[in-house]
């Protein structure tokens, strides 16, 4: 099987989730998958059946109501962004499988840097002592996902105080330049590509 890989930068989520939904609705048996690194500017995202009393106040950061699973997050510059566009069936794998397999990929990651994460079974995403590091959040259509991870590497962590991160009250998240030094970001992107490709692959 092979991955199309798309460095795409800095993005507007509105036009990307377009994107994402067009191509999955285009895609046939035998289009290639694609994985897109990207970063977003400031904007706060609900999933399908997220709740709006989660965003506690906004402020001038827009509020875009999405159709992938999950809570409320928020994306920025210096947070990488992985969306994968998989045909699932011809994986032979669940949702379940695909975040365990995301969650992993980030988990290994972090073990470059000798840092030590966990995933937790009630409630997706990658976790170092208790605090969110990385969201995840997914669709999947005609058997084929897209939306994906959102990986807190060098960003200002403000707006997270703003909403309950994924519908949950006090809960604290970090970023990888809070626990080590961080090479650019383009680096860290190249690493987080690698661990996904040896995950999906």
């Known amino acids: 099987m092979s ?7 800095l993005q507007p989520y509105p036009q990307v989730w377009q994107q994402m939904q067009d191509f999955t609705d285009r895609r046939d048996d035998a289009t290639p998958d694609e994985l897109w690194l990207l ?3 400031r ?3 609900l999933g399908k059946n997220g709740r709006a009393e989660h965003v506690i106040d906004a402020g001038d950061i827009p509020v ?3 159709d ?5 997050t ?12 998989l045909d699932l069936n011809r994986m032979k794998i669940g949702v379940r499988e695909l975040v365990s397999r995301l969650e992993n990929s980030v988990i290994a990651l972090l073990d470059d840097y ?3 994460a966990n995933a937790r079974k009630d409630a997706p995403g990658v976790y170092v002592e208790g605090k969110k590091i990385a969201a995840l959040g997914l669709r999947v259509r005609r058997g ?11 960003m200002d962590l403000e707006p997270f105080s703003h909403i309950n991160p994924c519908g949950y009250e006090d809960l604290e998240v970090t970023q990888l330049s809070d626990l080590v030094e961080v090479p650019e970001l383009g680096k860290v992107e190249k690493q987080l590509q690698s661990h996904l490709q040896r995950q999906l692959l």
Do not use: K, M
């Not at 991955?3 to 930068?9: D, K, S, T």
């Not at 992938?68 to 409320?72: D, F, L, P, Y």
């Open 43 to 45: 904007v706060y995202t």
């Open 114 to 116: 000798g840092i030590s």
């Open 3 to 9: 991955l199309v890989i798309r460095e795409l930068g």
């Open 74 to 85: 928020y994306h920025g510059p210096g947070q990488l962004v992985a969306y994968t566009l």
């Open 68 to 72: 992938r699973g999950g809570q409320v």
């Open 39 to 41: 970063q977003h500017p």
């Open 64 to 66: 875009v109501q999405s």
């Open 144 to 154: 084929c996902s897209f939306h994906g991870l959102a990986l807190n590497v060098d």
